[in-house]
């Protein structure tokens, strides 16, 4: 995508409930809707969009809370009372600002997958830069379908353990190149 903003605005994206942490720093054109948004953190994350998902953040004129999100058929059996705000008509410049900094991406109700969203920054784009862009993180993404950060753990367990009895069915799972420490900003495709 190319780049047509003055502004850009500097995330950090870190996966809620995990340690060592598991983080990414993304750069976005202000103009950008939550949907982009949720396709940005898709692609850092490694994952491929088969589940629902949503954000919570606080309205900076109001103080109260909203959910932004998509709107599917059956979305209203996982999300509670909030107000769905449809993601695709919401810019992340209506609701971010350098005093209301921190909104919260789930992914997967099931797996109850959650990344912190923090604004670091409102940064003035360069020209000739085609954003989004992945500028820093660290560690690889919990997988999709594992059990949450909770099944990732104990798959990580099972990993230092060849003699384990389910350290095959790990290694299938994951992919015998799978480090979990490995991250290169460079290998992100948006």
Not at 9 to 22: A, D, E, N, R, W
Not at 66 to 87: N, Q, R
Request: glycine share 6%.
């Amino acid at each position: 995508m190319k780049d047509t903003s003055e502004k850009v605005y500097q995330l950090k994206l870190s996966m809620k409930g995990i340690v060592p942490q598991i983080w990414r720093r993304i750069q976005v054109p202000e103009n950008y809707t939550f949907f982009d948004l949720h396709n940005a953190i898709q692609a850092v994350m490694n994952w491929d969009d088969y589940h629902l998902h949503e954000f919570e953040m606080k309205n900076p004129k109001t103080g109260v809370p909203v959910k932004i999100g998509a709107e599917d058929e059956g979305y209203e059996h996982f999300s509670d009372t909030l107000l769905l705000v449809p993601e695709e008509k919401v810019k992340l410049s209506k609701l971010f600002t350098l005093e209301n900094k921190n909104a919260l991406y789930t992914y997967d109700f099931g797996d109850d997958l959650q990344v912190k969203i923090r604004l670091e920054k409102i940064l003035p784009g360069k020209e000739g830069m085609k954003y989004p862009v992945c500028t820093a993180g660290k560690r690889a993404a919990v997988p999709e379908d594992i059990g949450g950060i909770w099944g990732y753990a104990d798959m990580l367990e099972i990993l230092k353990d060849p003699e384990h009895e389910k350290y095959e069915d790990a290694v299938e799972w994951l992919g015998e190149d799978f480090d979990p420490e490995y991250f290169d900003p460079k290998d992100i495709l948006f």
